[in-house]
Structure formats: structure tokens, C-alpha cells
């Protein structure tokens, strides 16, 4: 990964507003995020930020262009990053507007699919909330102040962000001067009431501690990102999957996603997600055995040894082929309610979703006989 060399940076920036240069200063190195100790920054990006190109070209500017571009709150943004990782102790830090070189789509792709790990390995996490005023954390909705994002900063309301808060071990937030007002281990309660997000998600990560997808995919629900696909790509890390980036495929990306996570798991809940989406806030898997004791009451026991099936649903251009016990609805020869292994409680009943046979499935399937049955569907 490329990091930003933080006392390079601060130099540079010193002796700029002196009117000197030292062309040869490198600000930007190449760094394995493995054994480099690194700050990260997660903001909300505006007009005015420094890209790549400008900030290894900055030494080399004319004057007035190179004053412009120090003015702009990007810049301003980039140096009190800085400024807060030298306070800290950490002599590099991420920052995704000048640390990654956008002209390349290799480069970006590699960018984006490293992402969460990245988050994850920082050491800490500046969060920026440009337009939050006091010297306090919001800690109630006030859509007066805040009246495009339900009553809370931006931040909370945009895509990328979501992976930002979960993936570090610690994030520290600061208002619109950069004063710190918390960390996320000490504002889980009022995190979890914002996000929706589990106190022991915010506190612990993912790490050995993922919820099944249908929830993950609740936390983005009302989230927004610039550009359509980035709704699908800033999930990949949250969702442990990887895939190219292809801008301009529009909303073919989320498709796609969906495709790798069954491609990788087992997790029935992704079906759940259509319908149940205001609902799967906190849905959670069961296990083969569990599920079949919930069940075991409404199919034929000669029926229920089927854990080989249940756990594979392989893709194919077809489509998805997959066995789901069904119940027939009483009044409709097409539509039945399939059970998944899934709840949202311990108390819940299980979740079920709706499927209706279309030809020739349809010409193949008599009318049920009795009140349950399983068959195999393509969904």
C-alpha cells in the first residue's frame, strides 16, 4: 500500500508556507501493511480534496497554483491527519483521496478489494465529521441541524463509511476543528442506536464473530454512495468476498455481489434479504440440527435427512439450484412458503420466503397431496 510519510509531509508543508521547496522530499512510499505500523483517515469527501497526481506534483507547481491547492479543505484535511498521527506516535498514514492513483483501474481495483483489511490493520482510525460543530458527540437525531441524513452527520449516512467504523480496532472521531469528541469503544451504545450495528460488532469486529449476511446487508440499508456500484463494492470487505471493479455496470455490481457470497458460503439468509430487508436488523443462522428440530413436527421423517442438499446451492446460467423444504399455499397451485435457517430470535418462528413455480416446472408438479413437502426449485 501506498502511505504518507508523515513528518515528509509536515516538512513539505513548512517549508512551503516559508516560500522554500525541497523538490527531492518524498512524501508518498510504498509500505507492506503487514509490518507497517500506520494512522488511516475516514471522511466524507467533498469538492476540494488533493488527488494523487497533485499531491507528487505539488513540489513542482507554480506558486499560485501551489497555494490553491494547500487552501483547500482536502489539504487541510490531509495535514491535520497528520498533524494527529505524529501526536500519536505513527510515522505513516493512509489517506484513500492522494494514496491511491485513480488513472490506473489496476491500481484502484487492488485498492478497493484490499480496503477493509487495510481499515482493519490500522492502528487507528481518524474519523473527520466536517460538519459536526461542538466540542461533543451527537448523541440524540436532531434533523433540524442535520435535516438531509435523518438527523445525524453525514458520515453515518454514507457507504464506505460502514466498513470504516466496523473494520479498526479503534476509531477516534473529531468535529469540525479537529477536536476529538470520542472513540468508538466508549460510544458503542450510542453507535449501536445510530448504525444498528451490535455493541460487540463495533467493540470486536468480524473477527471470528461474523453475523449471517442478511444482517450485514441490513447495516447498508439506508446508506448512499456516489457512484451506483460502490453500494455493492463497499461491501465486499464486510461480506468476505472479492471481484473486479467494473464502473459502468450500474446496478449489475450489487448482482454480482450477491453471486460471489454464494459462491463462497452457505448462508441461506441471503435469499431472506428481498423481502425481510426492514427485518434482518437481527437475523441470525442456525444449525443443521436446530433447524431440523424446528421442522421435524411438518415433514416426514424419511424426508429429513437431507444435510448433504441443504447445505450446497450451486449456480449455474440456469440459475440457482437449490433444495428448501416447501409448504403449498391452500389456495394457489404455484405459490409455496419455503422455510430457511434463519431467525431473527431465539423466540422467533423461522423465517420463510415465497417461491412460485413457472413453466415447465410448473407442468412437472401435480398438486400436493399433503400439507408439507420439499422438492427441488430453482430460484
Known amino acids: ?7 515528509a509531509f509536515r516538512e513539505r508543508d513548512r517549508l512551503i508556507k516559508q516560500g522554500e521547496l525541497d ?15 500506520y494512522a488511516i483517515l475516514s471522511h466524507r469527501w467533498t469538492a476540494q480534496e488533493v488527488d494523487y497526481r497533485e499531491m507528487v506534483k505539488l513540489a513542482k507547481m507554480g506558486v499560485e497554483e501551489r497555494v490553491r491547492i494547500c487552501r483547500r479543505d482536502g489539504y487541510r484535511k490531509i495535514l491535520q491527519s497528520c498533524e494527529q498521527a505524529r501526536a500519536n506516535g505513527y510515522e505513516w498514514l493512509w ?6 492513483d485513480k488513472r490506473s483501474s489496476a491500481e484502484l481495483s487492488e485498492a478497493i478489494n484490499s480496503m477493509y ?28 441541524r442535520y435535516p438531509d441524513f435523518n438527523g445525524w452527520p453525514e458520515w453515518f449516512e454514507r457507504g464506505w463509511t460502514l466498513q470504516e467504523l466496523i ?25 449501536r442506536n445510530i448504525t444498528g450495528i451490535p455493541e460487540h460488532i463495533l467493540t470486536y469486529g468480524l473477527r471470528g ?26 461491501l465486499m470487505g464486510l461480506l468476505d468476498v472479492n471481484m ?3 464502473y459502468g455496470e450500474g446496478k449489475k455490481a450489487f448482482h454480482r455481489l450477491q453471486l460471489e457470497i454464494i459462491r463462497a458460503s452457505n448462508d441461506q439468509s441471503i435469499f431472506a434479504w428481498g423481502g425481510w430487508r426492514g427485518r434482518c436488523g437481527e437475523m441470525e443462522l442456525m444449525g443443521h440440527d436446530e433447524f431440523i428440530q424446528h421442522i421435524k413436527t411438518d415433514v416426514p421423517k424419511e424426508e429429513l435427512d437431507l444435510e448433504d442438499r441443504l447445505g450446497a446451492f450451486p449456480v449455474s446460467n440456469r440459475g ?24 431473527r430470535g431465539r423466540l422467533d418462528p423461522l423465517v420463510t420466503i415465497n417461491l412460485t413455480l413457472i413453466p415447465p416446472c410448473l407442468s412437472q408438479i401435480p398438486r400436493p397431496a399433503a400439507s408439507r413437502h420439499h422438492i427441488q426449485n430453482r430460484r
Open 23 to 37: 523538490c527531492h522530499k518524498n512524501v508518498l512510499e510504498f509500505k507492506d501493511d503487514e509490518t507497517t505500523e
Open 244 to 246: 473486479p471493479m467494473l
Open 1 to 7: 500500500m501506498r502511505l504518507i510519510n508523515v513528518e
Open 320 to 343: 440457482i439450484q437449490i433444495w428448501l423444504f416447501l409448504r403449498p399455499h391452500p389456495s394457489s397451485r404455484t405459490l409455496f412458503e419455503a422455510w430457511l435457517p434463519c431467525r
Open 209 to 234: 464473530n461474523r453475523p449471517c449476511v442478511a444482517q450485514i446487508m441490513s447495516w447498508a440499508t439506508h446508506r448512499k454512495t456516489t457512484r451506483v456500484e460502490d453500494r455493492a463494492y463497499s
Open 117 to 144: 483489511r487495510w481499515y482493519e490493520k490500522a492502528k487507528m482510525c481518524y474519523a473527520y465529521l466536517h460538519d459536526v460543530h461542538g466540542s461533543s458527540f451527537p448523541t440524540a437525531s436532531d434533523k433540524k
Open 167 to 191: 473494520a479498526p480496532s479503534e476509531v477516534e472521531f473529531f468535529n469540525e476543528d479537529w477536536q476529538s469528541i470520542g472513540k468508538k469503544t466508549t460510544l458503542a451504545p450510542t453507535l
Open 95 to 100: 489517506v484513500d483521496t492522494c494514496c491511491i
